[in-house]
């Protein structure tokens, strides 16, 4: 079985995409998941590829050969996965105890991948993830500040105001008496 990564995978949506173009060009799949697919065969011809390639990157998707690419793709799709389509973060979560069980590497090699190819540290990317993903509770309108917080295992409303003004520049307030003007959520594949 031979598996595929892609890039900038992020929702449901997304996999649906994914799905339709493998369909369309006659490929069997035995699962397609955030950030990756198995097919059910072993090998592809070059040809098949590159038809492959061009068609996803045309949806905004990429197909990642580098194994190290993968491994930090594999990252991001597992915190955006936990923060967004999960009903709430287990309390007192410890992402560096549980992202190196997932990918089955040390935390300290993958915190050091991350934060070459990214720019950025994994704790910044959770923390602007989580950020999305209260812009995106508090646009519903359908929650407290203090059930969002909790949600995203924020250990008060205080820390999480203060993390999102400092991402954002506004407080939470601010943000939900504003949405209706000027400001936006980010594409989830495009927060660094």
Known sequence: MKELYIKNMVC?????AI??????????????KLGYVHLKVDLLDSEEIEKLR????????????????KLVENMKTFIINKIFHQSSIALQLNWSD?????????????????????????EQYII?????????????KELSLKEIAWQL??????????????????????YRAGMDNTLERNNLDSVI
């Open 12 to 16: 449901p949506r997304c996999v649906s």
């Open 19 to 32: 799905e339709q173009v493998l369909q369309e060009q006659g490929l069997d799949f035995e699962e397609v």
């Open 54 to 69: 061009t068609q996803i990157k045309s949806l905004g998707f990429e197909l990642l050969d580098d194994s190290k690419e």
């Open 98 to 122: 549980l992202i190196g069980q997932e990918l089955s590497h040390d935390y300290n090699y993958l915190s050091a991948l991350f934060s070459s190819s990214e720019g950025t540290t994994i």
């Open 128 to 140: 602007r993830q989580k950020i999305e993903r209260a812009k995106e509770l508090i646009s519903y």
């Open 153 to 174: 295992d924020y250990s008060s409303v205080a820390h999480l105001s203060s993390q999102f003004k400092r991402i954002t520049t506004f407080t939470p307030s601010q």
